[in-house]
Each structure stands twice: as structure tokens, then as C-alpha cells.
């Protein structure tokens, strides 16, 4: 990843807009043992409070990279409660990367939220529909 991914123009402004990155290396860090990091690159989207949230193991093209951070921030928002925030990550995800691998997640999970945002279990019956569709 680090001559492809992370290098790549759009990678380094998303990542510094929009997280905070910590890298080590894996057999240097009690962080690895930590969070039982036992191969690279493991990406992990951590909550405020240092909770894992997402973890991702292996190689990542941009886009694909991009499109699994949104989804481990989306999640992370779900997971406070900040409902209209993960919305616009989910919606950001399914808009620029609809071929990405984190689509079905993110549609999952996008009907979830929307569902905790109106109360509306139709939400969850279109999440369900476009799952299976898709």
C-alpha cells in the first residue's frame, strides 16, 4: 500500500481532512498485541473513546481504501448515535464508490440508520429490497 494507496494524491487529502492517522509497525508495538494486529496492513477505525469499530486486513486500490474509511466512519457515527452523520458518510460511499466492495455494508447499514432516524421500518424493507437486487 505504501507505493500505491497511501501515496495517491486523493488518499492523502481524505485522510487529512477527515481522521487521524496512526501508523506502527507491527512487530515494534505493543499496539499490535493490543488490538491483535497479526498481519499488515490492518487498518482499524477506531471510536473516540480507542473502540474498534471496522477492521480491514490486506491490500486496498484508492478508491476501495476510500470507500471502507467512509464506511468505518459511518459506523463509528452509527455507533454514538450521530445518526445524521453516519447518513452522509453512507451516502457519500453509495454516490462515489458504487462498485466498491463496502457497497453492501453500506447499504445494510444505511438502512439501519435510517431507520433509527425516522422510526420507519420501511427503511429497513428498502435496504432489504436493494440488498437483494443488487
Not at 481532512?17 to 496512526?22: E, F, G, K, S, T
Not at 470507500?67 to 453516519?86: I, N, P, Q, T, W
Not at 460511499?93 to 438502512?111: K, M, N, R, T, W
Amino acid at each position: 500500500m505504501d507505493a500505491v494507496t497511501y501515496p495517491t494524491e486523493e488518499v492523502v487529502q481524505f485522510v487529512a481532512d477527515n481522521l487521524v492517522p496512526l501508523r506502527f509497525a507491527a512487530h515494534e508495538s505493543s499496539i499490535s498485541e493490543d488490538y491483535h494486529a497479526i498481519w499488515t496492513p490492518t487498518i482499524l477505525i477506531l471510536d473516540f473513546d480507542g473502540n474498534e469499530i471496522q477492521r480491514s486486513v490486506g491490500f486496498f486500490a484508492p478508491g476501495e481504501f476510500i470507500a471502507m474509511l467512509l464506511l468505518g466512519m459511518a459506523k463509528v457515527r452509527f455507533s454514538h448515535e450521530e445518526f445524521d452523520g453516519a447518513q452522509v458518510c453512507f451516502q457519500r460511499l453509495l454516490e462515489h464508490y458504487p462498485e466498491s466492495d463496502a457497497v453492501p455494508e453500506a447499504i445494510y447499514f444505511q438502512g439501519v440508520n435510517l431507520f433509527k432516524m425516522k422510526h420507519n421500518p420501511k427503511e429497513l424493507k428498502t435496504a432489504y429490497e436493494r440488498l437483494v437486487a443488487e
